[in-house]
T-cell receptor, first 116, second 115 residues
Framework: GAVVSQHPSWVICKSGTSVKIECRSL??????MFWYRQFPKQSLMLMAT?????????EQGVEKDKFLINHASLTLSTLTVTSAHPEDSSFYIC????????????FGPGTRLTVT | GENVEQHPSTLSVQEGDSAVIKCTYS??????FPWYKQELGKRPQLIID?????GEKKDQRIAVTLNKTAKHFSLHITETQPEDSAVYFC??????????????FGQGTILTVHP
C-alpha cells in the first residue's frame, strides 16, 4: 500500500488564526487525495477531493473559503483552516488513492487540531 | 448520494468468539466495499475489501460477504483476540465513476474483545 504522511501530527492554535496541514504521498505520485474530518467518537466525513493541478471539489456543507485546499504537486496536498474557531477542533485525515486500479485508499496518520 | 448504515454501534464478545458487523448501502452503483480498523488516535487501516463482482472474500480470520441484491455487506471475524478491539468502519464507493472513488463511511462499530 501507499505510504502517506501528515504534518503536523497535532497543533493548538488560537481562535481567529489560520492553520496549514500538509499531506504527502511518499512512495508514488498521487493525482487524487481526499481530506476527511473526524469528530470524537464519530465517523469520517469527507470534506473535499483534492486534484493535482485543478481546484478541489468540496462536499455539500463544507465552506471552500474556510477550508482552502492546494494540490500543487503529485506528492503534496495542503489543507488550510482559515480563521479557525473552537468548533473546527477535530481530527483531520488525508488519504491517497492507490494504484491497484480499484481505488483503494490509504490514510495519513491524521492531524489533531485544537482551537482555543 | 450514497448512504451507508452500520450496525451494531457497539459489540462486546469473549475472546475466541466470532463477531459480525453489518452494513447496508443505498446506491446500487456502488461497487467497492472496504473495511477499516481504527485504533484510538490512529489512522484507519484497511483490513479487507470486496468488489461487486465477488460475493465473499476471506483473509485468515477475517471474511467479508456481499449481497448486491439486498445491498448489504458484512464483516466476520472468527476466533477473536483482545487485539481485535478497535473501531471498525465499513465504507462504499462507486469506483470508476465520476466520484473519483470517494468513500462514504458507516457510523462505526466499537468492538471490545474480553480476555
Amino acid at each position: 500500500g501507499a505510504v502517506v504522511s501528515q504534518h503536523p501530527s497535532w497543533v493548538i492554535c488560537k481562535s481567529g488564526t489560520s492553520v496549514k496541514i500538509e499531506c504527502r504521498s511518499l512512495d508514488f505520485q498521487a493525482t487524487t487525495m481526499f481530506w476527511y474530518r473526524q469528530f470524537p467518537k464519530q465517523s469520517l466525513m469527507l470534506m473535499a477531493t483534492s486534484n493535482e493541478g485543478s481546484k478541489a471539489t468540496y462536499e455539500q456543507g463544507v465552506e471552500k473559503d474556510k477550508f482552502l485546499i492546494n494540490h500543487a504537486s503529485l506528492t503534496l496536498s495542503t489543507l488550510t483552516v482559515t480563521s479557525a474557531h473552537p468548533e473546527d477542533s477535530s481530527f483531520y485525515i488525508c488519504s491517497v488513492e492507490g494504484l491497484a486500479g480499484f481505488y483503494e485508499q490509504y490514510f495519513g496518520p491524521g492531524t489533531r487540531l485544537t482551537v482555543t | 448520494g450514497e448512504n451507508v448504515e452500520q450496525h451494531p454501534s457497539t459489540l462486546s464478545v469473549q475472546e475466541g468468539d466470532s463477531a459480525v458487523i453489518k452494513c447496508t448501502y443505498s446506491d446500487s452503483a456502488s461497487n467497492y466495499f472496504p473495511w477499516y480498523k481504527q485504533e484510538l488516535g490512529k489512522r484507519p487501516q484497511l483490513i479487507i475489501d470486496i468488489r461487486s463482482n465477488v460475493g465473499e472474500k476471506k483473509d485468515q480470520r477475517i471474511a467479508v460477504t456481499l449481497n448486491k441484491t439486498a445491498k448489504h455487506f458484512s464483516l466476520h471475524i472468527t476466533e477473536t483476540q483482545p487485539e481485535d478491539s478497535a473501531v471498525y468502519f465499513c465504507a462504499a464507493s462507486n469506483a470508476g465513476g465520476t466520484s473519483y472513488g470517494k468513500l462514504t463511511f458507516g457510523q462505526g462499530t466499537i468492538l471490545t474483545v474480553h480476555p
